[in-house]
């Protein structure tokens, strides 16, 4: 069966401007969080949503980052006026309650 | 706070070899991860183990978790050059379906 997928693949974008990255999760999955991976700080959490709530965002790094879950499918990771230190791979995982998370792709995002 | 450390966090062996990757973590945790890092890719599960004394193998790796000692080992037998990746440790925060704490990740190189 398909896998996680996100999109998009690569995405690069100068200072000052917001973007979006959405991330499909595995059909029925209930369970959807974001992390981020960059050189300098390994892998970190940004938020969890089980359904559509979000019981943990507290890895958000500031309120320029937001994100939802609508459908208890689809997210989107929102960045408003992205920073330099925002570049990083942003990945999206899914899994069903309480076993493995399986991991997507990833987003490469550059900030100019 | 759930803290995760893996040593090495590089290591270069010779084909044939046999190493061992280790992971502490801080906090009580029976569910304990290992995944895989390709560079430019996702990651890929390779284990999860659940309880004390949880032993598994894939080929030439072997996981084992010892949750008394809050540690588990990645043992690598044989070391062939498809081998060479990064490799990762995750804990769960609160046993399941909750966001995991990352450590650095060991950076295998497997040289003839």
Known sequence: GAGVSQSPSNKVTEKGKDVELRCDPISGHTALYWYRQSLGQGLEFLI??????????SGLPS????????????STLTIQRTQQEDSAVYLCASS?????QY???GTRLTVL | EL?????????SMQEGKNYTIY?????????????RQDPGKSLESLFVLLSNGAVKQ????????DTKARLSTLHITAAVHDLSATYFC?????SGNTPLVFGKGTRLSVIA
């Not at chain 2, 992971?23 to 995944?35: E, P």
């Not at chain 2, 995750?90 to 609160?94: E, H, L, S, T, Y």
């Open chain 2, 23 to 35: 992971c502490n973590y801080s906090t009580t945790s029976d569910r304990l991860y290992w995944y």
């Open chain 1, 96 to 100: 069903p309650p309480g076993t493995l």
């Open chain 1, 48 to 57: 969890y949503f089980q359904g559509n709530s979000a019981p943990d965002k």
């Open chain 2, 58 to 65: 894939e080929g030439r790796l072997m996981a084992s978790l």
């Open chain 2, 90 to 94: 995750a804990v769960d925060r609160n």
């Open chain 1, 103 to 105: 991991f997507g792709p």
């Open chain 1, 63 to 74: 309120d320029r980052f937001s994100a939802e879950r609508t459908g208890g499918s689809v």
């Open chain 2, 3 to 11: 803290k995760v450390e893996q040593n090495p966090l590089f290591l």
